[in-house]
């Protein structure tokens, strides 16, 4: 296609200079150059070796430049261009090939470079539209994802990833060092005398008080009442 576009665009080149040509001439003779005559002069100048020497450097020079060639096309070549390769990409025989290249580290690399800024405008468009969001959370919250979250999490490998990372991290002295601060302030929350526990306590301390208050004065009364039953008898026994 692109070879049949520059061999058009020699073509209407130089008709155009033969144009001019023949035109010069007709003015200096008074006779114009027939259709025939043009097409006749055209063909042998196609056949000189100049001239296809200067189609086929122009036919490299568009091959070379792809971007060029592509703007070049019109809006019919680029439309098929583009039906030609989401036919190719679809096809059934193709599939194969693709899911090769994907595989490949250094295709898919290129390929992800290549849609990663479309990918994440696609993803920030697609979690404002509530439609999409209410889909997500019922994806999220289906048996089917638990299950899956579940064997993820109880995986021998992902357990070893999981203590790796925290071997890692413990390594790192600015991570020990926040962990030793939070163990500091859980150690002191603790030891804090909650509002409930206090109010329980002066409880229990008053309660405690008013019995022994109680008991003491028991036993007092108690002795004074048997010193008084002696004194009586004592008294009772001089009077017999």
């Given at each position: 296609m692109v070879k049949r576009i520059t061999w058009l665009g020699a073509l209407i080149v130089l008709t155009f200079s033969l144009s001019s040509c023949g035109t010069q001439q007709s003015s200096a003779s008074s006779e114009p150059?027939?259709?025939?005559?043009?097409?006749?002069?055209?063909?042998?100048?196609?056949?000189?070796?100049?001239?296809?020497?200067?189609?086929?450097?122009?036919?490299?020079?568009?091959?070379g430049n792809n971007g060029s060639s592509l703007r070049s096309l019109s809006v019919q070549d680029q439309e098929q261009v583009r039906l030609a390769v989401k036919e190719?990409?679809?096809?059934?025989?193709?599939?194969?090939?693709?899911?090769?290249?994907?595989?490949?580290?250094?295709?898919?690399?290129?390929?992800?470079?290549?849609?990663?800024?479309?990918?994440?405008?696609?993803?920030?468009?697609?979690?404002?539209?509530?439609?999409?969001?209410?889909?997500?959370?019922?994806?999220?919250?289906?048996?089917e994802m638990d299950k899956m979250i579940l064997e993820v999490l109880?995986?021998?490998?992902?357990?070893?990833?999981?203590?790796?990372?925290m071997q890692e991290s413990m390594q790192n002295p600015l991570f020990r060092l926040e962990i030793l601060d939070l163990l500091k302030k859980a150690v002191q929350e603790e030891?804090?005398?909650?509002?409930?526990?206090?109010?329980?306590?002066?409880?229990?301390?008053?309660?405690?008080?008013?019995?022994?208050?109680?008991?003491?004065?028991?036993?007092?009364?108690?002795?004074?009442?048997?010193?008084g039953g002696e004194g009586d008898s004592g008294m009772s026994d001089q009077g017999g």
């Open positions: 150059i027939s259709y025939k005559d043009m097409k006749s002069m055209v063909i042998d100048i196609l056949k000189t070796e100049d001239a296809q020497k200067a189609l086929q450097e122009s036919a490299s020079a568009t091959s190719t990409l679809v096809a059934p025989e193709y599939s194969k090939v693709i899911e090769k290249l994907m595989t490949d580290p250094r295709f898919a690399g290129e390929f992800a470079k290549a849609v990663n800024k479309q990918n994440k405008q696609i993803h920030k468009d697609l979690l404002k539209d509530p439609t999409y969001q209410k889909d997500l959370i019922q994806v999220m919250k289906s048996p109880q995986s021998t490998q992902y357990r070893k990833q999981t203590m790796s990372l030891l804090k005398p909650k509002p409930d526990e206090k109010v329980t306590k002066e409880k229990e301390g008053g309660d405690k008080g008013g019995g022994e208050g109680g008991g003491e004065g028991e036993g007092e009364g108690g002795g004074e009442g048997e010193s």
